[in-house]
């Protein structure tokens, strides 16, 4: 299919399903991990370390995808870490969302003194490098989950800022926002009924990608050793780990790697998927 | 004087928002709990020991006083010493900042040369299955930050078919008398291509990696803009005249359609520039960013500021230069 | 009838099978000026498109012959086609603004495509250039080589446009609505400057325009187009005398300054002129009232 500038315009449902297949389908073994995990994430083995994934020559039966050196089950250890990074995704991702569309809504439509300081704290913080910035902060908090999302909430809430206030000053720039006010809505009722419906496929977009990103935060957090205890499996633990032994025992990287992977894709082409069948303009 | 007024506005803001930066900073890591010279003094150190040492590094002032001192240091290019390493924070952040940088511009080299040859592909064959497939590679490109695809490449590379070097920046054998901490620059100017070959082996993968997301994004703007000149009639004007299309998508429509392209390049290199932190780590490539992380990890409050700052500098220059170079491009800035 | 262009049959039309032209053809006589007439939409644009080869990429011809000084255009390969429309034909484009490349000098746009494709030298191509620029009355034309398009008002840029156009002596320019896109009072100059350069050089000229007004004054014959289709092809003043077709007299007594025949029959060549003057003058005065 085309439209009218020969541009192709694939279907959106095939990658829609499919983001969202893998993403239920994590949820799901994150809910359920005591359920149906093989192995207690934490139990060491020093006699079943770094034993290789079921189809392997040497492969200890009821350990799927392997050990890591200290004998832990990978599997097991992947769906627990699971609840870690969607916890964190979650929560992270909507607060960040929150934070930053307020602010860059407020930035957009006001413009004025709260433009020039919400602008200048932007600035501010596009001068910061986000890991070092991230990296800091966690050792400013101690480690642990709320540190995590705080780091992140702070941290990644210029990028909403920037995205929506552009957008906020284009759409408050139209006619139809004159009219409404002619009409006479308040300004903050115009911002509220008109700005933020036409801004809504953009930051439901940006808080999918976002959601992506905190995961990737998180795991590497965890693989400067920075994120919560190493009582708790996540997977930037493992591939931290995986790293230093990967000519030995490749699995202990590979497997958190592709669930890492497959996760932060999903949440990115979710977000695309639908901001392309939510955009008035699109549809 | 438009234009000297806009540099200078351009200046003050780039000060205030260094000056920023430093305050955010300052406070940040000063509410660290724990004691940065309690963990530099080995156990058993009595509490006199501590305080004297305290004292030493001005941490028995308030806030307000030890930031006006740094800020009075800093003016005269002191940015104090560093704690754990116990040498000035100026040499120190100095000697890294090459390998950094080096390892940006290469990054920055293959994403251009990587994210153009994409777009121009895409727009030779555009409407064919040659573009859908630059789309959805790009797609997936830009979805997955250069730490997963470090890991990725040390995988493919460093594993499965092992030819780069997975970690550090030069093989020590090797690691004879520099000049200066290019390395490099240095070896290619002295013609040491055998040192050159086993850089550019060190460097190859944490370079990719930094390198895919911003090419991504390149082929992605920079299609798109192309797409966009190829309609205007100027376009349609020169087919008219004879033109090949080669000649038509490389001559006539890439001058105009890579200005929009260059803005945009110019904030997502300091993405990337940001992103070497993490990747030097990933690699443990001697840069400023694996440098950063062991600052953070040792409380090595002084150091950490100084390559922040650093940073903040790098980026803010980055920035001036892209919009220097938009200026110089743009004829229409050119002669206004 | 066969002329120095003839298009034969031509069907265009979009990847759906919706036709854009259907079966049209026309012919311009060496060194006459024939005129396209249609309402917008009417697909006259895309005649212009299909003879240069530059038709979008969702439009495609599915059958005719476009010959152009004895070849079939359709019949060649990409590349000779190319070859042969940069050697025989121009294009003077509708909109002046934006068919400048604006990244670029104006010297080099008129000639690196003289000794790129041409192979003239550099000199050569220099001083045609600036012979043109003369020729279309652009005052100081070297300063002119020098400037970027932005800095040059729209008359000066279809000033410059047309010179490029008569810069290699085509046998054939199509001029796709030249005037339309510039100020009634520019659009004066710019039409009298095109028949003047037409007679001086002896070029075939398709005039592709929506103003039955305009094609009064300087074409020899014209073809109405209306939805895709030819509905008549005729000489200028049988044309105006005895138009075939109903759309066409419909067409005729919608243009206001020619409802009176009498005005048709004046000769084109001597007194173009002063008719093109006539007719904006008029046009000013319906504009003020």
């Known amino acids: 299919m085309r439209d009218a500038r020969g541009n192709i315009r694939r279907p959106i449902g095939a990658r829609l399903w499919l983001s969202g297949g893998w993403l239920t389908l994590l949820a799901l073994a994150a809910i359920c991990a005591p359920l149906i995990a093989p ?45 870690l990074a969607l916890v964190v995704a979650l929560v992270a991702g909507t607060l960040t969302c929150v934070a930053g569309a307020t602010l860059g809504l407020v930035s957009g439509f006001y413009r004025g003194w709260p433009d020039r300081i919400i602008s200048r704290f932007v600035d501010i913080w596009m001068a910061f490098p986000p890991v070092l910035f991230a990296i800091l902060l966690i050792a400013v908090l101690g480690p642990g989950l709320l540190s995590i999302i705080i780091a992140i909430v702070i941290i990644d809430w210029t990028r909403f800022a920037r995205v929506i206030r552009a957008e906020a000053m284009s759409q408050g720039a139209m006619d139809y926002v ?78 958190p790697l592709i669930t890492l992977f497959l996760t932060v894709l999903s949440f990115s082409q979710l977000g695309e998927g639908l901001k392309d069948r939510f955009d008035p303009v699109l549809r | 004087m438009t234009l000297l007024r806009k540099f200078l506005l351009r200046l003050i803001t780039t000060a205030v928002t260094l000056f920023g930066v430093a305050v955010i900073v300052f406070i940040v890591i000063r509410v660290v709990p724990g004691n940065p010279i309690a963990m530099m003094l080995p156990p058993g150190a009595t509490d006199a020991d501590i305080a004297r040492l305290q004292a030493q590094y001005g941490f028995d002032k308030s ?90 490449l040390i995988l493919l590379f460093g594993v499965l078919w092992p030819v780069f070097h997975i970690s550090g920046r030069i093989s020590p054998a090797l690691n004879t008398d520099f000049a200066t ?25 944490p370079a990719l990696a930094l390198a895919i997301p911003l090419a991504a994004i390149i082929a992605q703007l920079l299609k798109q803009s192309l797409k966009e000149t190829m309609h205007l009639d100027y376009v349609t004007l020169a087919r008219t005249k004879g033109y090949n299309e080669n000649h038509i998508i490389t001559r006539e429509a890439l001058p105009n359609a890579i200005l929009p392209t260059l803005t945009l390049v110019g904030v997502q290199f300091t993405f990337l520039i940001g992103g070497t932190v993490i990747i030097e780590r990933l ?18 409050l002084p150091l950490i500021q100084g390559i922040v700052i650093l940073f903040a500098l790098l980026f803010t220059l980055v920035n001036l230069v892209v919009d220097m170079l938009y200026a110089v491009l743009n004829p229409r800035l050119r002669h206004a | 009838m066969s002329g120095y262009l003839s298009v034969r049959n031509l069907t265009v039309a979009l990847q759906t099978g919706e036709p854009i032209l259907r079966s049209v053809s026309l012919n311009v006589a060496a060194g006459q000026v024939h005129g396209l007439v249609g309402e917008s939409g009417a697909g006259k644009s895309m005649i212009g498109k299909a003879v240069l080869g530059t038709l979008p990429r969702a439009l495609h011809v599915i059958s005719g012959e476009i010959w152009l000084d004895g070849v079939d255009l359709l019949k060649l390969s990409p590349a000779a086609r190319r070859k042969q429309i940069g050697a025989t034909a121009a294009l003077i484009p509708q909109d002046p603004l934006t068919a400048l490349n604006p990244s670029k000098r104006i010297g080099p746009q008129i000639t690196r495509r003289l000794v790129d494709i041409l192979g003239w030298s550099k000199q050569n191509a220099q001083a045609r250039a600036l012979e043109l620029l003369d020729e279309v009355h652009i005052p100081n034309p070297e300063r002119v080589m ?25 046998k054939l320019i199509i001029a796709d609505e030249p005037t339309t896109a510039l100020d009634v009072t520019v659009q004066k100059q710019i039409l009298r400057l095109i028949a003047e350069m037409q007679s001086h050089h ?44 109903p759309y066409s007299a419909a067409l005729l007594a919608a243009t206001p300054t020619y409802t009176n025949p009498i005005d048709s029959l004046l000769p084109v060549s001597e007194t173009v002129i002063e008719a093109v003057e006539q007719e904006v003058l008029e046009h000013d005065i319906r504009a003020s009232r």
């Open chain 2, 283 to 300: 690699f443990s490539y001697e840069g400023l960013g694996n440098m950063a992380i062991d600052a953070v990890i040792n409380r090595d």
């Open chain 1, 39 to 83: 192995k207690d994430p934490l139990m060491q083995d020093l006699f079943l370390g770094r034993m290789p994934p079921f189809w392997m020559e040497g492969a200890e039966p009821g350990y799927l995808l392997g050990t890591d050196s200290l004998g832990r089950d990978v599997l097991s250890r992947i769906l627990y870490g699971a609840r």
């Open chain 1, 178 to 255: 004159a009219s409404a006010q002619v009409a006479g809505r308040t300004r903050f009722g115009t911002m509220l009924a008109e700005i933020l419906p036409n801004v809504l496929p953009t930051i439901v977009a940006l808080l999918t990608l976002e959601m992506g990103i905190a995961v990737i935060v998180e795991a590497i957090l965890s693989f400067v050793n920075l994120s919560i205890s190493t009582d708790s499996p996540t997977w930037g633990g493992m591939i931290s780990e995986g790293r230093t032994s990967v000519h030995q025992a490749w699995w202990v990287l590979v497997f």
């Open chain 3, 146 to 170: 020098r400037s970027y398009p932005h800095e040059l008002s729209g008359g000066m840029r279809q000033r410059i446009l047309i010179a490029s156009a008569f810069a290699a002596e085509p």
């Open chain 2, 181 to 205: 901490n290019f390395y490099l620059f240095e070896a290619i100017l002295r013609l040491k291509f055998d040192v050159v070959a086993d850089l550019i082996a060190h460097m190859f993968m």
């Open chain 3, 202 to 245: 002896g070029t075939a000229l398709l005039f592709v325009t929506h103003d039955l007004g305009v094609v009064s004054k300087v074409c020899d014959s014209l073809s109405v187009l209306y939805a895709g289709k030819v509905l008549e092809e005729a000489r200028m003043h049988r044309f105006f005398m005895h138009p075939v077709h």
């Open chain 2, 63 to 152: 806030i307000f006083e030890q930031f006006l001192i740094w800020l009075g240091g800093v003016m005269q290019g002191d940015f104090g010493q560093s704690i754990s390493l116990r040498q000035p924070v100026s040499s120190l952040v100095l000697g890294r900042l090459p390998a950094t940088l080096e390892l940006s511009v290469v990054a920055l080299m293959i994403a251009v040369v990587m994210g153009g040859a994409l777009a121009l592909l895409g727009t030779l064959y555009r409407g064919t299955r040659t573009e859908g497939a630059v789309d959805i590679s790009a797609g997936m490109a830009l979805s997955i930050p250069d730490f997963l695809w470090g890991l990725v």
